[in-house]
């Protein structure tokens, strides 16, 4: 993979904003998607379960809310820990968090990370550890409860799989912000992240997936054109 094969922060966000403005696919269509493919990911890689899906309040979240669904319909063990509070969510997150919640899949709310104890147990029994925390547009230094949630999470003995970058990996340097989740598998969507192309970002990648959602061809050739000419 070249350079040009990869999407910085903003460019990410335009293939997500022209999708939805120019060609008219609502955002909920993306994140179904892109949690359905990553869903497809972990029957692939034989996971069995119990999946074990950590999840922030953004759209990263939103899709960890789409994975959880598809494993449950599959039958295979999944459970959530949800790492902000409910009304915090907004849009196709808040979607696809209640769509669960009328789902009744297992679903532990800790907003602040107020019980350690209790989610380093939560995670010990996962074959399969989903991070889907935090996305690609988190810039500065990971602050709690992220930061500890991140700790835990790396210690724990499951396989880990991020959902499309490992959460606390700078999108465009591919350098952590403090703490950074060491994932075996990563479930990129679009393109690689330009941040990949840093051969450091390796150790927290692992093995990188790149994924479809659906977003028109014609808007990453747009971009990649951009990139091979020079254009900002």
Known sequence: MT????LSRDEVRSVDQRTIEEFGLPGVALMENAGRGVFELLTSL???????????KGNNGGDGFVI??????AGMPVEIYLLADPSELKGDAAINFHVARRMEIDMHI?????????FCEFLNSADWIVDALLGTGVQGTIREPYATAISIINQAPGFKLAVDL???L?????????????????ATFV??????????????TGTIHVLPIGAPRKIVQDLLQKQDSGEN
Do not use: M, W
């Open 166 to 168: 490992p959460s606390g």
């Open 191 to 204: 393109a690689e992240k330009q941040g990949f192309a840093n051969p450091d970002s390796r150790q927290y």
């Open 68 to 73: 959880a669904r598809h494993l449950d319909n």
């Open 170 to 186: 700078d999108c465009d340097t591919g350098q952590p912000l403090g703490e950074c989740i060491h994932a075996h598998q990563t």
């Open 110 to 118: 800790d907003p602040d990370l107020d019980q350690p104890d209790a």
């Open 46 to 56: 034989k996971a069995t379960g119990p999946v074990k899906i950590c999840v922030g």
């Open 3 to 6: 350079p040009v094969d990869r």
